[in-house]
């Protein structure tokens, strides 16, 4: 079974607003929060112990994620900022959060700030003798929506702290245009983009209104991902900058960026609603979201799976198939049904998030 790489998960958010704690089983936390506001407006979790050994999650890019006040959902939203500096504690907050919960349960997590560290998870991993207490999963965190950082000159602290991805919107930011919120690259947009390039961030077009990611694609020297994002050709009819346009999808393969596919329902079939039965959907739309990427490619390099899950959606809301993170190596046998090779299924479900 390949190694599982999820390019996207609301870790931090959770554990602040509902205190879910992704040491236990996914069943547990979901018989914890049973009636709760957690289930009404989050969903039930996807994720938690042992779902993320048994289905060989090696790595998570873990998110700090707040939203402006004008988006927040509701006054039990303890993670929305008013102005930067609530952003910037908030954000620290969080990353503060996986920073605890590596400590305190090392065998479960651990942060990955170089790629001496992500070796030696990835050998523990290989390890055909280890426990699966000696397997943890790597955590590398990733700012969804750049406010938190209040200055460029606060990067360097943001890299000592371990952040190592950076995406520039969620909604809009004072940086670019964002999700239902489209518009250019700022001047403050260009010069933060400058100053992570000094310092090595990774960029995550995620989120970023099309003019914004395109002009950052031609400007932004170093890595570039969408984490978590789908074509949005497969989607007719919805009218939304949240998608990869092919002109898009085009820029990232040509910077050799990866993509990763989010198996949400309403992101996989255009039709589908909140609310609707999950039975409609099948792991066989995420195969054709791989699938339209591969195509366009060429090749099986820049398509992964940027889960998004506990990302304001739960079980209810993926596929039929899916009941935790493990149950995404089902895409394993339907990618082989569909002509892909060992190589190819394995750089999808994870290797080419760690090249």
Sequence with gaps: MPLLVDAHEDLAWNIQVFERDYTRSAEETRRLERGSLAVERNGDTLLGWPAYPRGRVAVVF????????????????????????EAHRLYHGQLT??????EHHPEKFRLIGSRADLEDLLARWEDPHAESDGRPVGLVPLMEGAEGVRSPDELGEWWEEGLRIIGLAWAGTRFCGGTREPGPLTEEGRALLNAMAEVGFALDLSHMDEAA???????????????????????PGVESNRHLSDRLIRGIIERDGVIGIVPFNAFLVPDWRKGDSRQKVTLERVVAHIDYICQMAGDARHVGIGSDFDGGFGVQ???????????????????????YSDEDIARILGENWLA
Excluded: M
């Design 317 to 339: 809301s993926v596929p039929a198939d899916v009941d935790t993170i493990a149950d995404l190596q089902k895409l394993a046998p339907l990618l082989a049904a569909k002509g």
């Design 62 to 85: 873990s998110t700090l994620f707040a939203a402006p006040a004008r988006r927040r959902v509701g006054e039990w939203d303890t993670q929305a900022y008013a102005n930067f500096d």
């Design 97 to 102: 959060a996986y920073h605890r919960l590596a």
């Design 213 to 235: 990611a395109l002009e950052a694609l031609d400007l932004y020297p170093g890595t570039v991902i969408a984490s978590h994002a789908n074509p949005a050709a497969l989607l």
